[in-house]
């Protein structure tokens, strides 16, 4: 039976943008045409795109108000990995779901930072969920950083990705998008876009 309930988004008020998330760094959407990716322009070093087409970004399903929590919103792909900051820990090769979840994770923990991801959406002209899509997915498949949160027992995956003016085909900005997995389940409890990546506790 199709989820006929309101969709939860509407009920959750966005949390103000953190001092790592800082948006004055983008430019106006008027001053061109913009996409995010991952790769420098003209083959820069250290540049690397991501096999198969995550940028088509997926369908997600529906959370509605009384949606059980455990619903599958989108399955990701995730790269074997060992840590690279902190201490030292191994995340294997599988899928992290983002599910309904709650306030504390998956999708309707999400929804605290949608406020980030239209502002960084926005200049592309897309729906915030398209540029999350495309930023989980690239993060959990070709990490630059991956750490370990024993507090909470989670692992912290990031990666820078850049925001390219199409005209010039220079570098307008980059960001370093965030995928907290929990450590057992590999569930996904939060992404969100910020300045900087991963530290080496985990945060």
């Known amino acids: 039976m199709p989820d ?9 008020p966005a949390e103000p943008i953190g ?3 800082s948006t004055d760094d983008l430019p106006s959407v008027a001053d061109g045409e913009f996409v995010w990716t991952t790769e420098l322009p003209g083959g ?3 540049a690397r795109s991501v096999g198969g087409d995550v940028r088509a970004a997926q369908v997600w399903a529906a959370c509605g108000v009384f949606t ?38 998956g999708y309707r923990h999400l929804l605290k930072h949608r406020g980030e991801w239209e502002k960084n959406a926005k200049i592309e ?5 398209d540029l999350a899509d495309f930023a989980i997915a690239v993060v959990l498949s070709d990490p630059d950083v991956v750490s370990y949160r024993r507090s909470n027992d989670t692992y ?9 003016d199409k005209r010039t085909g ?5 960001k370093k998008p965030k995928v907290a997995i929990a450590a057992v389940s590999k569930n996904i409890i939060t992404a969100y876009i910020p ?8 945060s």
């Open 156 to 164: 912290c995956f990031s990666r820078e990705i850049y925001l390219i």
């Open 44 to 46: 820069a070093a250290g």
């Open 125 to 129: 002209g897309k729906n915030w969920r």
């Open 195 to 202: 300045n900087t990546g991963c530290k080496a506790d985990g």
């Open 68 to 105: 059980d929590n455990h619903k599958l919103v989108r399955a990701f792909s995730r790269k074997a990995m060992h840590t690279t900051a902190g201490a030292p820990g191994y995340v294997g090769a599988g899928t992290s779901n983002l599910k309904c979840g709650s306030e504390k994770w």
């Open 19 to 21: 001092p790592d998330s």
């Open 170 to 174: 220079r570098v307008a900005a980059t």
């Open 4 to 12: 006929t309930s309101a969709p939860v988004w509407e009920n959750v």
